[in-house]
């Protein structure tokens, strides 16, 4: 390893994250890892990019130094950002498998035991394939889910940066709450919160802001669209503050003039939902159970049919298409994973009402030696406009 003082977390977190993996290796019998998923990348070395779009590579062999391999425009940020010394890059108009199998030749890895994520978004099916018919003597494993399993249980020093990601979300929600009146538009919501997260500290989100008024709040993912802010309107805003590609996100509703009754039942249904989560998040319960009690309230309360999504999700370093780690861990019906200490999530029990919108009041949490906490700060309350 290139040995630096400058990058985000000090040389022996890094290499505490590789020595797990080498651990997990060694019991796999894999003479190699190839991860192809961007936040894994990130998670192993500090590169993150815009570019993720065309295909990278980390190769980290069980003994040998790790090597990356992507497009030529990215090597210069690896020069910058990483520990990595074996940096290679390949131009736009090359075969871009053919020259990863040259690469895995040229460090004795040609009929290795290989490590790859079948299920990377980046990684695609005839990529596989073809890498696959270039080494006809590797063994191919699917690691998929291996170094997300090892990022689910965050270091103080990742819990640092979540919390400081947290404080700049908390900042873009007092500017996006105090927006909100009647006669102005979901565009100019959005642009005094996303304004008040940078200026807040927040490096680029893997999601930009959800910013849905009256009934387009009862949409999946609906964001700013122009629409004009009435009185009596319900507006659903939805915030991922970033440090460093680490995430940690909140909900927050605000009502125009007088709230709607229903609206304001469902706030304090969801608000009841997320303490009795609270209440419930400690080490050794299975993750599902959580979901359980979460979505058995907001049911008995006449709301269970628009309870369409899991109660939380794993947050900590992501990025575009997603600011949670999901993948590696949801709390969802049936989930039996046992929460441990350091486990982060967004904790999110909230309903669509179609035709009059969306009511959420959520906040990214820390599981504790004996509970959890809240590492976003902001008032939980639902707010007159």
Known sequence: MRQREDLVFPMHEYQRRLDALRAEMATMGLDAVLTTTPENIAYLTGFDSPGHY???????????????????????????????????????????????????????????????????????????????????????????????????????????????????????????????????TEDDVAADLTAALIRGGSHWPSIMPFVASGERGAIGHATWNGRTIRDRDSVFLEIGGCRNRYHAAMMRTVVVGRADPELRHAFEVVSRAFDAAMETIRPGVPAGQVDRVCRTLIAEAGFGENQASRTAYSIGIAVPPDWGEGQNLSMKPGEPTPLQANMTFHLLPWVQIPGKGGVGCSDTIRVTADGCERLTDFPRELFEA
């Open 54 to 184: 065309w295909f990278q590579a980390l190769v980290v062999p069980s003994e040998a130094e790790p090597f990356t391999y992507s497009r030529l425009l990215e090597t210069s940020g690896v020069e910058a950002n990483t520990w990595i010394e074996r940096n290679f890059g390949y131009q736009d108009s090359d075969d871009i498998m053919a020259g990863l199998a040259a690469h895995l030749r040229e460090h004795d890895l040609a009929g290795a035991r290989l490590g790859f994520e079948q299920d990377s978004w980046f990684f695609t099916a005839s990529q596989q394939r073809t890498l696959r018919a270039a080494l006809p003597s590797a063994a191919f494993t699917d690691v998929s889910r291996l170094i997300g399993r090892l990022r689910l249980i965050k270091s103080d020093l990742e819990i640092e940066q979540i919390r400081r990601a947290g404080a700049a979300a908390a900042l873009a929600m007092r500017a996006g709450v105090d927006a909100v009146a009647a006669g102005r």
